[in-house]
């Protein structure tokens, strides 16, 4: 007994001990915490004659590239801004490929918020209603001033929470090729009885080719915010182009909407993203490029190669975009292709330069302006440049002539396969003339090179499926290989 008490009198003073060598904060002198999500300055408005304070965030490696960008403005940026930046920085990162980089453009609205970003005036206290002087602001000065000093694509997407998501469906309804897609978070549709419900019901009957998409969400504020009936109004009356989502947080409220509103939404908007060649244009609206009003009219003189040098040039290469860029010979021409660009035919004009014609660049890229032109480096690498500036390089990673299957060959190869050394699927699935591998999710596109042998580009590396058939045309296995090893077998369950 008393040897226990002796232990319980050490422990305690031990204890006592050591807690007086904790040290105090003050003792410490911490230091703050500094978060850099970009910067800010204030742009001088003849439109709103005042200065405007804008935020801007660039992806982390901007400095050390020559892409470019799609671009989101934030509106509230004084609230919106950092946790927008620092969001996207995260499900924008390359390795993941969710959604692509972006610049992020922060609109502050501080003391006149209510004027700014209100369609109508409040009767009662005579406030609101400058939605349109902050739309032609954006519109006439700030794009102007982001494209001028920033590399963008033709790609803009308009965010808002609560008053600034009413401002965005007025911007929707104002001018909706503008912007590319529209991020609502609880937007005030409440506003002047709900004036701009009836406002855009009349935009969507006027306007029956939109193909713009759109993304609203709503916290548990319930109907009188007026969602819910903007919500019935797309249902009823949107264009079949116009891709709309509507998502509810019960769970959230009005504060905290714009926090799985923004993942959810930047993901819903740029679902089936695709890097265009050069820039973004639709057979609708040409897109005219910036510099087409100081750019020299160049004329192109044709030349002939032979057959081996244009041979040289041809595989696939990719790009600094992880595109994959094809590039075959069909008798004396070479022809670029993508998955998801158009095929388009490549003149030469020496001996490594080929240039896209005008009428190319108009009716197939869509692009109006735009001096298209590749360069290939000692046959292995190429430079695709666009009014003299870098717009992408790329680097040959197969040399291997590609050939062309039809359609009922491609969809012997459709179906699941099981790996013998791993325990998910892979699946094989024809979309249009390709097919394409996926695993838990898509892994890319197969490159035909033989009638049962493809190339295809995983994870920074290449490698060779062969499908293996059983003397009666059933494709039994599929053998994955690189150098020639093979690297691993799957067996097709159906």
């Known amino acids: 007994m008393k040897i226990l008490l002796s232990l319980c009198i050490i422990w305690i003073v031990a204890i006592t001990h050591l807690s007086g060598q904790v040290p105090t904060?003050?003792?410490?002198?911490?230091?703050?915490?500094?978060?850099?999500?970009?910067?800010?300055?204030?742009?001088?408005?003849?439109?709103?004659?005042?200065?405007?304070t804008i935020m801007i965030a660039l992806p982390e490696d901007y400095s050390k590239n020559t892409k470019k960008y799609p671009v989101l403005y934030m509106l509230d940026a004084q609230w919106n801004f950092n946790h927008t930046a620092q969001?996207?920085?995260?499900?924008?990162?390359?390795?993941?490929?969710?959604?692509?980089?972006m610049i992020v453009v922060g609109i502050h609205t501080g003391e006149n918020r209510e004027r700014d970003l209100t369609p109508t005036q409040n009767i009662e206290n005579k406030s609101g209603g400058g939605a349109d002087k902050l739309f032609k602001f954006i519109k006439e000065e700030l794009i102007p001033f982001i494209d001028k000093?920033?590399?963008?694509?033709?790609?803009?997407?308009?965010?808002?929470?609560?008053?600034?998501?009413?401002?965005?469906?007025?911007?929707?309804?104002?001018?909706?090729?503008?912007?590319?897609?529209?991020?609502?978070?609880?937007?005030?549709?409440?506003?002047?009885?709900?004036?701009?419900?009836?406002?855009?019901?009349?935009?969507?009957?006027?306007?029956?080719s939109l193909h713009n998409r759109i993304y609203l969400a709503m916290s548990n504020?319930?109907?009188?915010?007026?969602?819910?009936?903007?919500?019935?109004?797309?249902?009823?009356?949107?264009?079949?182009?116009?891709?709309?989502?509507?998502?509810?947080?019960?769970?959230?409220?009005?504060?905290?909407?714009?926090?799985?509103?923004?993942?959810?939404?930047?993901?819903?908007?740029?679902?089936?993203?695709?890097?265009?060649?050069?820039?973004?244009?639709?057979?609708?609206?040409?897109f005219s490029s910036h510099d087409s009003d100081t750019l020299e009219i160049i004329t192109h003189k044709n030349i002939n190669l032979s057959k081996d040098l244009l041979d040289s040039y041809t595989g696939l290469y990719l790009d600094s975009y992880n595109r994959i860029l094809s590039i075959e010979r069909v008798d004396?021409?070479?022809?670029?292709?993508?998955?998801?660009?158009?095929?388009?035919?490549?003149?030469?004009?020496?001996?490594?330069?080929?240039?896209?014609?005008?009428?190319?660049?108009?009716?197939?890229?869509?692009?109006?302006?735009?001096?298209?032109?590749?360069?290939?480096?000692n046959s292995d690498s190429l430079i695709v440049t666009a009014n003299g500036k870098i717009d992408c390089t790329a680097k040959k990673i197969?040399?291997?002539?590609?050939?062309?299957?039809?359609?009922?060959?491609?969809?012997?190869?459709?179906?699941?396969?099981?790996?013998?050394?791993?325990s998910s699927n892979f699946h094989i699935t024809k979309e249009g003339n390709s097919l394409k591998l996926s695993e838990e999710s898509p892994l890319g596109y197969l490159y035909p090179v033989g009638e049962n042998k493809f190339f295809v580009f995983l994870?920074?590396?290449?490698?060779?499926?062969?499908?293996?058939?059983?003397?009666?045309?059933?494709?039994?296995?599929?053998?994955?290989?690189?150098?020639?090893?093979t690297l691993l077998q799957a067996k097709k369950i159906n």
């Open 398 to 422: 197969m040399s291997s002539k590609l050939v062309k299957l039809s359609d009922d060959i491609l969809k012997r190869y459709e179906g699941n396969y099981s790996p013998s050394e791993q």
């Open 459 to 485: 994870k920074g590396s290449g490698y060779e499926l062969e499908f293996i058939n059983d003397g009666s045309n059933n494709i039994t296995k599929m053998n994955v290989s690189k150098d020639g090893k």
């Open 221 to 286: 504020e319930g109907r009188q915010m007026g969602v819910d009936s903007l919500a019935r109004i797309l249902e009823k009356y949107s264009p079949k182009e116009l891709i709309w989502k509507y998502d509810k947080y019960p769970e959230e409220i009005h504060e905290t909407v714009n926090y799985k509103g923004l993942w959810n939404g930047m993901k819903f908007l740029f679902a089936d993203w695709h890097y265009p060649l050069v820039d973004f244009g639709t057979k609708e609206h040409i």
């Open 149 to 208: 000093n920033y590399r963008t694509y033709n790609h803009n997407v308009l965010g808002g929470v609560s008053l600034s998501g009413l401002f965005v469906m007025h911007a929707f309804i104002t001018e909706p090729q503008l912007f590319n897609s529209y991020l609502a978070l609880s937007p005030s549709m409440w506003w002047d009885n709900g004036i701009m419900l009836d406002k855009t019901k009349e935009s969507l009957l006027k306007n029956p």
């Open 25 to 52: 904060i003050d003792q410490i002198k911490p230091e703050p915490v500094i978060v850099n999500t970009g910067f800010s300055f204030k742009l001088h408005s003849v439109v709103l004659n005042e200065d405007r």
């Open 332 to 377: 004396d021409i070479l022809l670029l292709s993508n998955d998801h660009l158009p095929t388009i035919t490549l003149y030469s004009e020496s001996k490594n330069r080929f240039y896209i014609n005008d009428l190319s660049t108009q009716n197939e890229l869509f692009l109006k302006g735009f001096s298209i032109q590749l360069e290939f480096i």
């Open 87 to 101: 969001n996207l920085n995260w499900i924008s990162n390359p390795k993941y490929g969710i959604i692509p980089q």
